[in-house]
């Protein structure tokens, strides 16, 4: 406890920035040595900004003073019989009377429940105050007070110890020895001695303690449905996932990519992260410096999500050459900080993120803290699943509905069979799926590939001795040698123009977000609607290369006419009969989207330009990031600065003059042969997703992605439907076979994923429910071990 | 990065009531450390550690999560994958022990079902405070078909043991599993080579021919 003297000293320089919540804010901003949380009185600090945050500070005694008398009240009330058990037995009631309203039994009940509460304040971190049987008395009666108060937080959830000891400690550290401040005549200092009585620092405690929770307690939030009901609507599990698949995806694609792909369910780690503000991730002093400046700035929790992505933004390098254990691990033991930047500073990041809620804002980060920037993330296509919005509710709805769009990658594996879709990575045109391709090493092996492929087609042209090679790969028709550089270029042609569809969207989304949402909902739902139909579109065209697209003029460079007349009418396919491209829910809007007149109209553009390059992304800009301007704005438009951010707009210019009828069919250009794709010999069907899915392994296909997977006009998706086993079942094949095979197979590799593999695959659980949560997993595995394998 | 080497990759759970000692089970297996006043889990914790059973190199993955999470946010992924469970109770505590059929409950209704569970008594270094008969115990495993052992990882009693049974019979099993299935996915493999690499055709195709093998293997 501290001396009088010390205490006022600490008080004045509490208050020497001025006695408002503003200026408090401000000071805490500079979290040096002389933060009025650090060199003056941090409880008081706390309580200014979590409990009299609107009220002057003339007020706050008063308030302290209603506070305390209620609380002792509520006390004397729920603890009377547990404080004294003698009361208890001097009443004339029965103990054993099969009353469930008798005091006996509530003073049972409230005794499991102190039992249940203790055995984890007894098991508090090794700060020795924590220990002291007082301290420890105290913090079991507050949460105990907590929960008989709050019975609809669904009583004492682990966790909740370890987020009101901090603020135990606080609060005592400040009170002031009383013995001393009775004997002073100066009322100013007696109003002191008041606000810091040793005597109230349990209710002063609970009181911050029950305002934290306010909030908090949704991290602990239980439903009390069915169990199932419970685990899908659970919103530590829903708020993890939005973290991981909302907010990161937005942010930092690559690592939200990386992170799915090894598996690593976000709330693993986000459940201690969250559940205690941190508490366990750093060192006692830094946490409370950080609990500052989230008390300060953030005083309901609602940058918690985005101080959660600044966290793995941090480590992202190192996330993202690790596998699943090593993430895990990095999470679940968060390397600390190296000052200057320690951990308030990722509130500072999450205020930020806040305003510049893309992947500009995430390179900003990144590279303000590793000096490195991600390759080409600030070129990132928004897919419908990243449309930004500020609503989070709208935002989760559009992701759900859209959800049959994303997974690009589950057809790598195809793509790498035709030399189409090599080209199609290539060239750049879908910047979406090379960017995943370039996170997962895909693109470097296709270029080494493609290096190779072209070597060997110019040796074809040499020694024209082996043509089966060129026919393998390109079918039937004709010679080798000039099929190839034709087919190249026309798929070069293709890219470019569907890279110009993209980016068309991309403008219009980008416009969509600069308008700031205002006026009519209806209008913004179906510009996104249709900017998600036309990504779908370029998506199962990129997945099809044999999807001719709507045609405009091009140079006659056809002249071996590969395709074929049912060709020509390609395009009509791609745009009526959508169903049969996309399927999942999206697929009705899709519909509905280009239907319309003008939507159909718009869904399609063609560049007249010559293919262009992928736009660079732009210089990082570290001075761009500057937190200061907005100290006391709370509720910013998360897309404020979109305009300036948006490194594809000037591309836009180039590909929004020129627009096509869909319906017009195309002159007989643009696709390849209309052979099945070139390695699938009627002789040996190559295994593919669309087998897998028919096989009896088919149950390890996640619904949605196995779904969308599966688009790009293939009827499989008929016969997954079937062949699926009924939830909760034992799962088609087995889960044993399963395991076991994989195991088999993995000993054979060397491979740095197998451990992934094996955990996947290691016995999985066929209910229904941890299917849900697999979310992506066996298209991934199977679609891209291979690659990386030769990357 | 992992990248030792091992055969096989096994995940274990530990379950069972709030402070029965899972997470001192896990760090006295892991890291031969025991922690008297360990913080209670929050959320799931997990550590491994490699063994040898019968030539091969096992790498146990442990999982370890908070008593009170029964029925909580992780039930799924945390079961998912797990080829063996340690089912903990207290020695001292017979609540602990009655609990253990609830735990059960929830193993069969969340975890596969070939798991291999072993019944743990933990604290036996609580001579003096026993609450459940080392009989009781027995007999139950016996009773419901799980092994079963008595621990003290406060002594480092028997908890490699433990740990070592489940996963050696997991090896057992998947021995002889993998036998049979790395003999067929050979010959399979065989055949798809021959399907597709024709040395004739040289450096052509290598890389469609890598990529289907290799997806081959995943699908069959």
Same mark, same amino acid.
């Given at each position: 406890?501290?001396?009088?003297?010390?205490?006022?000293?600490?008080?004045?320089?509490?208050?020497?920035?001025?006695?408002?919540?503003?200026?408090?804010?401000?000071?805490?901003?500079?979290?040096?040595?002389?933060?009025?949380?650090?060199?003056?009185?941090?409880?008081?600090?706390?309580?200014?900004?979590?409990?009299?945050?609107?009220?002057? =500070?003339?007020?706050?005694?008063?308030?302290?003073?209603?506070?305390?008398?209620?609380?002792?009240?509520?006390?004397?009330?729920?603890?009377?019989?547990?404080?004294?058990?003698?009361?208890?037995?001097?009443?004339?009631?029965?103990?054993?009377?099969?009353?469930?309203?008798?005091?006996?039994?509530?003073?049972?009940?409230?005794?499991?429940?102190?039992?249940?509460?203790?055995?984890?304040?007894?098991?508090?971190?090794?700060?020795?105050?924590?220990?002291?049987?007082?301290?420890?008395?105290?913090?079991?009666?507050?949460?105990?007070?907590?929960?008989?108060?709050?019975?609809?937080?669904?009583?004492?959830?682990?966790?909740?110890?370890?987020?009101?000891?901090?603020?135990?400690?606080?609060?005592?550290?400040? $009170?002031?020895?009383?013995?001393?401040?009775?004997?002073?005549?100066?009322?100013?200092?007696?109003?002191?001695?008041?606000?810091?009585?040793?005597?109230?620092?349990?209710?002063?405690?609970?009181?911050?303690? =029950?305002?934290?929770?306010?909030?908090?307690?949704?991290?602990?939030?239980?439903?009390?449905?069915?169990?199932?009901?419970?685990?899908?609507?659970?919103?530590?599990?829903?708020?993890?996932?939005?973290?991981?698949?909302?907010?990161?995806?937005?942010?930092?694609?690559?690592?939200?990519?990386?992170?799915?792909?090894?598996?690593?369910? %976000?709330?693993?780690?986000?459940?201690?992260?969250?559940?205690?503000?941190?508490?366990?991730?750093?060192?006692?002093?830094?946490?409370?410096?950080?609990?500052?400046?989230?008390?300060?700035?953030?005083?309901?929790?609602?940058?918690?999500?985005?101080?959660?992505?600044?966290?793995?933004?941090?480590?992202?390098?190192?996330?993202?050459?690790?596998?699943?254990?090593?993430?895990?691990?990095?999470?679940?033991?968060?390397?600390?900080?190296?000052?200057?930047?320690?951990?308030?500073?990722?509130?500072?990041?999450?205020?930020?993120?806040?305003?510049?809620?893309?992947?500009?804002?995430?390179?900003?980060?990144?590279?303000?803290?590793?000096?490195?920037?991600?390759?080409?993330?600030?070129?990132?296509?928004?897919?419908?699943?990243?449309? %930004?919005?500020? =609503?989070?509710?709208?935002?989760?709805?559009?992701?759900?509905?859209?959800?049959?769009?994303?997974?690009?990658?589950?057809?790598?594996?195809?793509?790498?069979?035709?030399?189409?879709?090599?080209?199609?990575?290539?060239?750049?045109?879908?910047?979406?799926?090379?960017?995943?391709?370039?996170?997962?090493?895909?693109?470097?092996?296709?270029?080494?590939?493609?290096?190779?492929?072209?070597?060997?087609?110019?040796?074809?042209?040499?020694?024209?001795?082996?043509?089966?090679?060129?026919?393998?790969?390109?079918?039937?028709?004709?010679?080798?040698?000039?099929?190839?550089?034709?087919?190249?270029?026309?798929?070069?042609?293709?890219?470019?123009?569907?890279?110009?569809?993209?980016?068309?969207?991309?403008?219009?989304?980008?416009?969509?977000?600069?308008?700031?949402?205002?006026?009519?909902?209806?209008?913004?739902?179906?510009?996104?609607?249709?900017?998600?139909?036309?990504?779908?579109?370029?998506?199962?065209?990129?997945?099809?290369?044999?999807?001719?697209?709507?045609?405009?003029?091009?140079?006659?460079?056809?002249?071996?006419?590969?395709?074929?007349?049912?060709?020509?009418?390609?395009?009509?396919?791609?745009?009526?009969?959508?169903?049969?491209?996309?399927?999942?829910?999206?697929?009705?809007?899709?519909?509905?989207?280009?239907?319309?007149?003008?939507? $159909?109209? $718009?869904?399609?553009?063609?560049?007249?330009?010559?293919?262009?390059?992928?736009?660079?992304?732009?210089?990082?800009?570290?001075?761009?990031?500057?937190?200061?301007?907005?100290?006391?704005?709370?509720?910013?438009?998360?897309?404020?600065?979109?305009?300036?951010?948006?490194?594809?707009?000037?591309?836009?210019?180039?590909?929004?003059?020129?627009?096509?009828?869909?319906?017009?069919?195309?002159?007989?250009?643009?696709?390849?042969?209309?052979?099945?794709?070139?390695?699938?010999?009627?002789?040996?069907?190559?295994?593919?997703?669309?087998?897998?899915?028919?096989?009896?392994?088919?149950?390890?296909?996640?619904?949605?992605?196995?779904?969308?997977?599966?688009?790009?006009?293939?009827?499989?998706?008929? =016969?997954?439907?079937?062949?699926?086993?009924?939830?909760?079942?034992?799962?088609?094949?087995? %889960?044993?076979?399963?395991?076991?095979?994989?195991?088999?197979?993995?000993?054979?590799?060397?491979?740095?994923?197998?451990?992934?593999?094996?955990?996947?695959?290691?016995?999985?659980?066929?209910?229904?429910?941890?299917?849900?949560?697999?979310?992506?997993?066996?298209?991934?595995?199977?679609?891209?071990?291979?690659?990386?394998?030769?990357? | 990065?992992?990248?030792?080497?091992?055969?096989?990759?096994?995940?274990?759970?530990?379950?069972?009531?709030?402070?029965?000692?899972? /997470?001192?089970?896990?760090?006295?297996?892991?890291?031969?450390?025991?922690?008297?006043?360990?913080?209670?889990?929050?959320?799931?914790?997990?550590? *491994?550690?490699?063994?040898?059973?019968?030539?091969?190199?096992?790498?146990?993955?442990?999982?370890?999560?908070?008593?009170?999470?029964?029925?909580?946010?992780?039930?799924?992924?945390?079961?998912?994958?797990?080829?063996?469970?340690?089912?903990?109770?207290?020695?001292?505590?017979?609540?602990?022990?009655?609990?253990?059929?609830?735990?059960?409950?929830?193993?069969?209704?969340?975890?596969?079902?070939?798991?291999?569970?072993?019944?743990?008594?933990?604290? *036996?270094?609580?001579?003096?405070?026993?609450?459940?008969?080392?009989?009781?115990?027995?007999?139950?495993? /016996?009773?419901?078909?799980?092994?079963?052992?008595?621990?003290?990882?406060?002594?480092? *009693?028997?908890?490699?043991?433990?740990?070592?049974?489940?996963?050696?019979?997991?090896?057992?099993?998947?021995?002889?599993?993998?036998?049979?299935?790395? /003999?067929?996915?050979?010959?399979?493999?065989?055949?798809?080579?021959?399907?597709?690499?024709?040395?004739?055709?040289?450096?052509?195709?290598?890389?469609?021919?890598?990529?289907?093998?290799?997806?081959?293997?995943?699908?069959?």
């Amino acid at each position: 406890m501290r001396s009088l003297t010390d205490t006022k000293s600490r008080w004045e320089e509490t208050f020497r920035a001025g006695a408002g919540i503003a200026d408090l804010q401000r000071a805490v901003k500079f979290n040096g040595p002389n933060s009025p949380c650090a060199a003056g009185l941090r409880s008081v600090c706390w309580k200014a900004f979590l409990l009299w945050r609107n009220a002057p =500070s003339e007020l706050w005694p008063e308030l302290a003073r209603e506070a305390r008398a209620s609380y002792s009240a509520l006390c004397d009330q729920h603890l009377r019989f547990i404080r004294h058990p003698e009361q208890l037995a001097a009443l004339t009631i029965d103990p054993l009377a099969d009353d469930p309203d008798s005091p006996w039994d509530t003073v049972r009940k409230d005794e499991t429940v102190r039992a249940e509460i203790l055995q984890d304040v007894s098991r508090l971190p090794d700060e020795p105050f924590y220990h002291e049987a007082p301290v420890q008395t105290m913090i079991l009666d507050i949460l105990f007070m907590y929960c008989k108060l709050n019975p609809s937080v669904g009583g004492y959830r682990q966790g909740m110890h370890e987020l009101l000891a901090p603020i135990v400690w606080v609060v005592a550290q400040d $009170a002031v020895d009383r013995a001393t401040a009775i004997s002073t005549d100066d009322p100013a200092e007696t109003l002191m001695a008041e606000m810091l009585d040793p005597a109230f620092v349990e209710h002063d405690a609970f009181a911050l303690f =029950s305002k934290v929770m306010e909030s908090a307690s949704t991290f602990y939030e239980v439903d009390n449905g069915t169990e199932l009901e419970a685990q899908q609507r659970n919103t530590i599990v829903e708020r993890s996932k939005y973290i991981h698949e909302v907010a990161l995806m937005k942010i930092d694609e690559e690592l939200a990519v990386h992170l799915r792909n090894i598996e690593v369910l %976000p709330q693993i780690f986000l459940i201690r992260w969250i559940r205690l503000l941190f508490g366990r991730e750093f060192e006692f002093g830094e946490l409370l410096t950080l609990w500052d400046t989230i008390f300060a700035y953030d005083p309901t929790l609602e940058l918690m999500d985005l101080i959660c992505v600044a966290m793995l933004l941090r480590i992202r390098w190192t996330l993202l050459e690790a596998d699943y254990s090593v993430a895990l691990q990095s999470m679940l033991k968060y390397p600390a900080p190296p000052p200057p930047h320690g951990p308030h500073t990722f509130v500072d990041d999450a205020m930020y993120l806040r305003d510049h809620f893309d992947a500009d804002g995430g390179v900003t980060l990144i590279f303000k803290y590793t000096g490195k920037s991600p390759a080409s993330t600030s070129a990132t296509t928004p897919t419908p699943s990243r449309v %930004p919005t500020p =609503s989070f509710q709208k935002f989760n709805s559009l992701r759900q509905r859209t959800l049959g769009a994303r997974a690009p990658l589950s057809t790598s594996a195809r793509i790498l069979q035709q030399p189409g879709g090599v080209e199609a990575l290539l060239q750049g045109a879908a910047k979406n799926m090379i960017q995943r391709g370039e996170k997962l090493g895909i693109n470097q092996a296709v270029r080494d590939a493609m290096g190779e492929f072209r070597r060997n087609v110019q040796g074809l042209q040499e020694t024209r001795s082996t043509p089966n090679g060129g026919r393998s790969l390109f079918g039937e028709a004709g010679p080798p040698t000039p099929d190839l550089s034709l087919t190249i270029t026309l798929m070069e042609r293709r890219n470019s123009r569907l890279a110009a569809m993209l980016d068309e969207s991309v403008s219009s989304l980008k416009l969509l977000a600069t308008s700031g949402l205002e006026g009519e909902k209806e209008q913004h739902i179906e510009a996104v609607e249709i900017a998600a139909a036309k990504v779908q579109f370029v998506k199962a065209c990129l997945e099809d290369p044999t999807l001719a697209l709507p045609e405009e003029e091009l140079p006659p460079i056809n002249t071996l006419a590969i395709s074929s007349p049912t060709e020509v009418s390609a395009p009509t396919v791609a745009l009526d009969t959508t169903p049969v491209v996309m399927t999942s829910s999206a697929v009705d809007e899709t519909r509905t989207a280009l239907s319309t007149p003008e939507s $159909a109209k $718009a869904s399609i553009a063609s560049p007249k330009k010559e293919p262009q390059p992928m736009p660079l992304p732009p210089a990082n800009q570290p001075d761009e990031m500057d937190t200061d301007d907005h100290d006391e704005e709370d509720t910013l438009p998360p897309l404020k600065s979109e305009i300036t951010h948006s490194p594809s707009r000037p591309l836009s210019l180039s590909s929004s003059s020129s627009q096509v009828i869909p319906d017009s069919p195309p002159p007989s250009t643009t696709t390849t042969t209309q052979q099945p794709t070139p390695l699938q010999r009627p002789t040996g069907p190559i295994p593919t997703r669309s087998t897998l899915a028919q096989s009896s392994f088919a149950w390890m296909l996640e619904p949605d992605t196995a779904i969308s997977s599966l688009a790009g006009g293939r009827p499989h998706s008929v =016969s997954f439907s079937s062949v699926r086993p009924p939830i909760g079942g034992g799962g088609g094949g087995g %889960p044993g076979g399963g395991g076991d095979y994989s195991t088999a197979q993995q000993r054979k590799r060397a491979n740095p994923n197998r451990e992934r593999n094996a955990f996947l695959f290691g016995e999985v659980t066929a209910d229904g429910v941890s299917g849900g949560e697999a979310a992506l997993s066996a298209d991934q595995i199977f679609g891209l071990q291979p690659i990386r394998r030769g990357g | 990065m992992a990248n030792d080497e091992y055969d096989f990759l096994f995940k274990v759970v530990l379950i069972g009531d709030s402070g029965v000692g899972k /997470s001192n089970l896990l760090s006295r297996f892991t890291r031969n450390e025991f922690n008297l006043d360990s913080k209670s889990t929050i959320g799931v914790e997990f550590a *491994t550690r490699s063994i040898q059973i019968d030539n091969k190199t096992i790498k146990a993955q442990i999982w370890d999560t908070a008593g009170q999470e029964r029925y909580r946010a992780i039930t799924s992924a945390y079961y998912r994958g797990a080829v063996g469970a340690l089912l903990v109770y207290d020695i001292s505590k017979s609540l602990s022990f009655e609990n253990v059929t609830r735990w059960l409950k929830e193993l069969q209704g969340h975890a596969d079902s070939n798991i291999v569970i072993m019944l743990v008594g933990n604290k *036996t270094d609580q001579r003096h405070l026993r609450a459940v008969p080392t009989e009781d115990g027995k007999n139950f495993a /016996s009773e419901n078909g799980l092994s079963f052992i008595e621990t003290s990882a406060l002594e480092a *009693t028997n908890v490699d043991l433990a740990f070592q049974n489940i996963l050696t019979s997991n090896t057992l099993r998947r021995t002889a599993i993998y036998q049979i299935v790395s /003999s067929k996915s050979l010959a399979e493999e065989g055949a798809d080579v021959g399907k597709k690499f024709d040395p004739r055709e040289g450096n052509n195709i290598s890389l469609s021919q890598e990529g289907s093998k290799e997806e081959s293997k995943g699908c069959c």
